[in-house]
């Protein structure tokens, strides 16, 4: 959710500079909330292959382990997340006061790219050095990830559990590759455009790229299939488990034969009983209500 907060809010900036900014605070502001927004992606990005690697790391135990730290560890990323990005924003701010020398406000040269980037040297060293480092520690515990997964799935000894723990961990560390190859690449763009003196060739394919990343993003978390399948999977499994499929026309496994009592109360009704598997006692219908449960052509008589 934070990464995509910080999507969000870098997508909306972007949008707000299309026109261009005539006024220069709200310009200087813009071009420092971009900065901001955009490291902080790169930072989110990097903590959710780091939280990857760790989990990863507990499963070579072979043993589920509960983590009494959850909000400890939530605040810690949450602290790296959106306060160093906050910090090398600041950084930031004392090149671009350095470089003009205390004149912040100066931002005509700014204004011809839209207000979306700082000064050079702020650029280079505030974000395109920083992200750099960021992406390759990234891709660092992506690859340490899968090592780490390919080895656990090898210790499996079920066949079926070990394909499908293959294809769980493939599928996360597939989603985050992506994730970081499309971030990656806009930034890419975003630093030939600064630096090219406004080609308008590359001037045009990062536009379409920045206007884009946040539709990539969104299908590449939401409408991946596999995902999809995933939650499904969950989700069905969740539910058989709290409502047990007792009505079948007889023929499921899950069904027994009544005993007399069961069978003299339905008979008048007609069509066929379908029982859980553990009966109900004779003296059952002493204890309290019962609640009957009508298909088509069954009965299930169960305990309220």
């Not at 190859?181 to 590359?202: E, F």
Request: proline share 4%; with cysteine.
């Amino acid at each position: 959710m934070n990464l995509l907060a910080a999507l969000f809010m870098s997508q909306l900036l972007y949008v707000v500079g299309v026109g261009g900014v005539p006024d220069s605070e709200l310009c200087i502001g813009l071009a420092f909330a971009l900065q901001y927004a955009r490291l902080s992606i790169f930072c989110w990005m990097l903590l959710m292959t780091h939280n990857m690697h760790h989990q990863f790391k507990t499963g070579l135990h072979l043993v589920p382990i509960t983590d009494n730290h959850i909000t400890r560890n939530f605040l810690k990323y949450s602290l790296f997340g959106w306060g160093v990005p906050l910090i090398l924003l600041g950084a930031s701010i004392l090149i671009q006061y350095h470089d003009k020398a205390g004149k912040l406000l100066d931002t005509a040269s700014m204004k011809g790219q839209n207000c979306w980037f700082l000064e050079r040297n702020a650029f280079i060293y505030g974000l395109l050095a920083p992200s750099c480092i960021i992406v390759v520690s990234t891709f660092y515990y992506l690859v340490c990830s899968g090592l780490l997964a390919s080895y656990i799935i090898s210790m499996q000894a079920d066949i079926r559990t070990r394909e499908k723990m293959r294809k769980k961990r493939a599928l996360q560390i597939l989603l985050f590759s992506k994730l970081t190859i499309v971030l990656s690449i806009v930034l890419v763009l975003a630093a030939v455009t600064k630096l090219s003196h406004q080609s308008q060739p590359v001037w045009a394919i990062y536009h379409a790229a920045q206007g884009l990343q946040g539709v990539l993003v969104a299908m590449l978390v939401t409408c991946n299939c596999q995902v999809l399948k995933l939650y499904t999977r969950s989700i069905k499994s969740r539910a058989s488990k709290r409502v047990p499929s007792y009505v079948s026309g007889g023929r499921s496994s899950g069904c027994i034969a009544p005993n007399k009592l069961t069978s003299k109360l339905v008979a008048q009704l007609g069509g066929n009983i379908c029982l859980p598997r553990h009966p109900i006692p004779e003296n059952s219908l002493n204890l309290g209500p019962f609640a009957l449960i009508f298909s088509p052509r069954n009965i299930l008589l169960t305990g309220q």
